[in-house]
Structure formats: C-alpha cells, structure tokens
C-alpha cells in the first residue's frame, strides 16, 4: 500500500512539497524560496526553469528525509500562484522570456486600449466572470507575443505553448507529453468562457492568442498523466490540479453552496461556493470555477473577493509606525485597551478593492482624540481587517442569495483570537479554524486522492478536518451597528467619487 500523497504548492516567493498521510496529516515539508525579478517599476517576474528547479529539489529532499522512494508515493496534486503567465518552445521546452507574474501591471495599458468600450468589458465580464485587468493572463500572453523577438511568428506557427504555473509543471513533470490545465486555473486566464467551459473565440482574437497555444482544459480531480522527468522516476499519478485559492476552498471542506474560507495573508481572500449558479456580481466581486471531487456531473462555482490590505497592514504597524516589534505583539496590545475610543483606520493605502472599487482612494485615520495612543490605532487596524471582510461578506450574500453558513479561515492573522471573535460578532458568522492551516496543499491533496481512491469520498475527508478553533458572534445588535455606521461613515469620506 503506498501511504502518502504528495502535495506541490508552487506559490509567489516559494515552492514547497508536502508529504501527507491517509489521516491527512502533513508529515513533513521542504521549501525553497525563488527570485523575484523587478526589471523595470511595476513589473515582477519569475524564471520558469527556477520554478521547476526548485519543485524538483524539494520533492527529492521530503523523499530523502522520509526514507521513501517514488514507487512509495500513491499520487502528486498540483496547486499554484494563479495567472502567472508562461510561453515556451513546443519541441525544446525553453521559455522565450521569463515569466509574467500575477502581480506585474507592465499590461495595463493595453487593457485600456482593448477594454475601452463599455460593450467590450461587459461582454469579457459576461463571457468570464472576471473583471478587465491586467491582473490576469491573457494580456500577458499577448504582450510576450508582441514584446518577444520572433515570438508571435513562432505562436502562429505552431511552435509556442502557453500555460499557467501549473500547467507549465504538469508539461515538464510529464516530460512534454501531456500539454492541460484544469478548469480553476483556465477561469483565471481571462480567455475562458466559464459557462461553455472552452477557451472562446472571441476573447482569442481580442487578445491575438494563437488557439493552437492553449492547453487542454480538463477537471481538477483526475489523471493529468505520470511523471516521466528525469529528476522523478516511478511513473506517479498527477491527479490534482488546483490554482491556490480553488484549492484552499476545496482543503477547508467547502463542498456546498453557502461555504466560505478567507485566507488572512498580505491581502486576503474570500471565496464562497455558489454550486452549480455561476453568479454575475452586482458588488465588484468576480465569478470563477471552483474545484470539484470527481464524479461530479456538473462545474461549480465561487464568488471572490480581494483586500489589499491585511497582514500588510500589521506590517505597516511595525515597520513604518514602529508602534509593534513583530506582528504577534499586535493582538497583546489592541487587548490592553477596552476599545478604540473611537478611531477607525481605512487602510486604502493602494486604493479600496471590493465592493467599492476606488483606486485613487488614500489611507485614512479617522476619530484621534489627544486620548488615543498606539493601541487604540492597533486595535483599529485589525477592526479594520474585519470590516473589510464584513463588506466582502455581505456582498456575497447580496449577490447570490445564498446564506453563508459557516466561514472557515487560514492565513497568519487567522491565528489573531481578538481579530476573529470581532470577525464573528460583525459578520454573525461561525467562524472556524482548522488545527491543519495548510488547507492550499491540502486541497490539491484531497483532489489527487479522492481520483485514485486513497480516500473514498468528501465525507471521509470532512471526517478528518480537526477544528482547533470556533467563534459564535455574540455582539448585541445595537452595539454591532454603531460600530458599522462608523465604518460606513469612514468610506464614505474617504471615497473619491
């Protein structure tokens, strides 16, 4: 019996591997950091073959440390830093440029050249259930094109592929024969109609994409193919392919319509599943494809939501403020006082994300009296967090009149006590979180294992999830409105239009 699956998290500054047991649980974890390129201001870059590198060594160290070989391991699953950009050469496997990541803005302005029209952005919205930005692949792609010496020739002739992270890992892993992403991945691109489930025309010709370019775009939980790269023997299964926050959702056992997990990290990110309603946002949010156990006979989906500022914010506290030496003095200092005295903190220091969408819109602290000090303002910081999230939350449940039934959350500040029973008590949400916080390796985990049978069925793995930690909301009301009116108050001062 092989015993453990193989987890590869690929994310923005790190590749990881994690070997996880039938009890799902993490029995150990390698890690290497890769480089971030900054060529110019406002782009980030990484180098593919680093990313591979770097995958490879750490799934040959969990093998090393554990005494295994990969004739010991039943299955990999693949997650990823979403619409990280790629294009290689077909029959070589080199990539004609670094890759374009997530973060990189160097495509704003042709968004604003193709985008323009309001006809245009709401068909690509309709189409995608994403909003125009350079955030996602597809202007990515067409700038390697037009950028790259030669690099458009070559795609049109046949001789350039275009993947994602994880579709670039699952080429590679397989030694070139098996070109596929999955469907979470693909809804991320910009270049996929999440309704038909197929790459559409009309967004290829928009973008100049080559459809000859593009992987084969298959579920998340399935054989992708076997690895054949000199640096993994043993034919392992590739049968999880997730983007990070698809899979997070999937690791924290949201597998009915109402579900939701927020991952507190720099920013953060909401996703509630919505089943089988792909639903269009009045609120700011976007529509995306979630992961699905196999055998499901329908696609689901997810509303999402972003805030810039979260563990950034904790940041700016210690190292511009110098008001905290580490982030973990934070939740000791915002106790030490019964309240805020009244200050709130809009942290728009990049301008306020969902539902308002201001992007000229500053940072703000409102309320200073000569009575508040440094822990009225750290208390705010972390009101603010939750205010923010009341927001998302709120959004959601307008939007597809789905209730939230239960909000599972992850991330550095998800271990914040005062933070999440504040959360609670806005949202009227029970909060959980789980003793296992690496629900995004554990998500591609469970994907991989339930299409090879090592576990049997979602409810064998919701079985297994241990909470480490619960919150009820019990604000009184009249209190919990106050303490809203005076955020709503704030937004409104700060918004720009």
């Given at each position: 019996m ?10 923005t ?11 799902g ?62 294009v ?5 496997g ?18 604003d ?5 309001p006809?245009?952005r ?48 699952v ?14 991945n ?23 994409v ?13 054989l992708?193919?076997?690895?054949a ?9 590739i ?17 009915n319509p109402g579900e ?7 920013g ?19 529509t ?5 156990a196999?055998?499901?006979d329908h696609?689901?989906y ?21 008001i ?15 309240d805020?005295?009244?200050v709130?903190?809009?942290p ?20 200073l ?5 440094k ?6 910081c972390?009101?603010a ?9 709120d959004g ?21 006590g ?18 296992n916080?690496?629900?995004?390796a554990?998500?591609?985990a469970?994907?991989s ?8 069925d ?8 241990e ?13 919990r ?17």
């Open positions: 092989r015993e453990h699956i193989v987890a590869f998290d690929q994310g500054t790190s590749s990881r591997t994690l070997l996880i047991n039938r009890q649980q993490v029995v150990d974890v390698a890690q290497r950091p890769i480089e971030q390129h900054f060529p110019e201001p406002g782009w980030v870059e990484h180098d593919p073959q680093e990313i591979l590198a770097t995958q490879l060594s750490t799934f040959t160290d969990v093998l090393v440390r554990n005494g295994l070989n990969p004739h010991d391991i039943d299955s990999i699953g693949i997650t990823n830093q979403r619409e990280t950009t790629v290689w050469d077909r029959h070589t080199d990539p004609v440029c670094n890759a374009i990541v997530w973060q990189c803005r160097r495509t704003t302005p042709i968004i050249e193709l985008c323009a029209s006809e245009v709401e068909r690509i919205t309709a189409t995608t259930g994403l909003v125009p930005d350079a955030y996602f692949s597809a202007s990515k792609v067409k700038w390697i094109l037009d950028n790259v010496p030669g690099a458009r020739e070559r795609a049109e002739a046949g001789d350039l592929l275009f993947g994602t992270i994880d579709c670039w890992l080429w590679n892993l397989t030694n070139g024969a098996v070109h596929a992403t999955d469907v979470t693909a809804s991320r691109t910009m270049l996929f109609d999440i309704h038909e489930c197929r790459w559409d025309p009309w967004l290829l010709e928009l973008f100049g080559p459809e000859s370019m593009l992987p084969e775009v298959r579920p998340s939980s399935g992708f193919g076997t690895t790269h000199p640096g993994i023997a043993g034919n392992i299964p049968c999880g392919v997730a983007g990070d926050q698809q899979a997070a959702l999937f690791g924290q056992c949201c597998f939701a997990k927020n991952t507190y990290g720099t953060c990110f909401l996703l509630m599943n919505t089943g089988e309603k792909a639903v269009r946002s009045k609120n700011g949010l976007v995306t494809i979630a992961a699905s196999p055998g499901t696609v689901e997810a509303l999402e939501g972003s805030v810039f500022m979260a563990g950034a914010l904790i940041q700016w506290l210690q190292e511009e403020l110098g905290i030496e580490s982030a973990s003095e934070v939740e000791a200092l915002a106790t030490s006082v019964e805020t005295a009244g709130y903190v809009v728009a220091f990049t301008g306020l994300g969902a539902p308002y969408w201001d992007a000229e819109a500053r940072g703000a602290i409102y309320g009296t000569r009575g508040a000090g822990a009225h303002i750290a208390r705010a972390l009101d967090l939750a205010y923010q999230m009341n927001d998302l939350i959601m449940v307008d939007d597809s009149g789905i209730p939230m039934t239960r909000l599972a959350v992850d991330g550095g500040a998800s271990r914040n005062y933070l999440m029973q504040f959360q609670a008590g806005l949202s009227r949400l029970q909060i959980v979180r789980p003793k916080t690496e629900t995004t554990m998500g591609a469970y994907l294992g339930l299409s090879t049978g090592f576990w049997k979602v409810a064998e793995i919701s079985a297994m999830r909470i480490a930690a619960s919150f009820t909301g019990n604000m009184p009301d009249a209190e409105e106050t303490y809203l009116k005076g955020w709503r108050d704030c937004i409104r001062r700060t918004r720009t239009s």
